[in-house]
């Protein structure tokens, strides 16, 4: 069966400059994770759904970062006024029930801006 | 806020050879989690771990999570090239949170 899918796999753009970056997850799967990677580091938690709502967004860095689920399947993580310490691997992950369950992630984005 | 400490940071072994990788908390853990990365791909689940004292293995990896749950080990047993990669492990402090990951063990194989 398919895994987590993300799009595109790698972004590169302009320090000032918004983007999208898309989260395919597990069909079925009921919750997903957005998460950021620096070189040398594990994942960072930015935030979490259980269907369509946003069940912890605590590890949003700033007002700059938003994400949504709006059918409870496919989610978007949005930036805006992008930096170049947003410079990162975004990862997604999706779990069948988010309780009890383990996270399967995908191969992530690799966003840089210059 | 809670985190998680791995040890070592990076290990070199020879083919062959056993190794134990560490993940240690500062508070009681909900789950317990491992994973494997390479580079420039996601993680890979290896497994989950929720019980204290509980135990678990598949192929010759092998997990164990303490009595307190605070602590966990990830053991390899005669290791082979394609074991080389990056282990993670992530915790929850809570049923139904987001987990929190450490900052992983670098593990290279010679051959």
């Known amino acids: 069966g398919a895994g987590v899918s993300q799009t595109p796999s790698n972004k590169v753009t302009e320090k000032g400059k918004y983007v999208e970056l898309r989260c395919d997850p597990i069909s079925g799967h009921t919750a997903l994770y957005w998460y950021r990677q620096s070189l040398g580091q594990g994942p960072e938690f930015l935030i979490y759904f259980q269907g369509t709502g946003a069940a912890d967004d605590s590890g949003l860095p700033n007002d700059r970062f938003f994400a949504v689920r709006p059918e409870g399947s496919v989610s978007t993580l949005k930036i805006q006024r992008t930096e170049r310490g947003d410079s990162a691997v975004y990862l997604c992950?999706?779990?069948?029930?988010?309780?009890?369950?383990?996270?399967?992630f995908g191969n992530g984005t690799r966003l840089t801006v210059t | 806020s809670q985190e998680l400490e791995q040890s070592p940071q990076s290990l070199i072994v020879q083919e062959g050879k056993n190794l134990t990788i560490n993940c240690t908390s500062s508070?009681?853990?909900?789950?317990l989690y491992w994973y494997k990365q390479k580079y420039g791909e996601g993680l890979i689940f290896l497994m989950m771990l929720q019980k204290g004292g509980e135990e678990k293995s598949h192929e010759k990896i092998t997990a164990k999570l303490d009595e307190k749950k605070q602590q966990s080990s990830l053991h390899i047993t005669a290791s082979q090239p394609s074991h080389a990669g990056i282990y993670l492990c992530?915790?929850?402090?809570?049923?139904?949170?987001?987990?929190?990951f450490g900052k992983g063990t670098t593990l290279s194989v010679s051959s």
């Open positions: 992950a999706s779990s069948l029930t988010g309780l009890n369950s383990p996270l399967h």
């Open positions: 508070k009681t853990l909900y789950g």
């Open positions: 992530g915790a929850d402090s809570q049923a139904g949170t987001a987990l929190i």
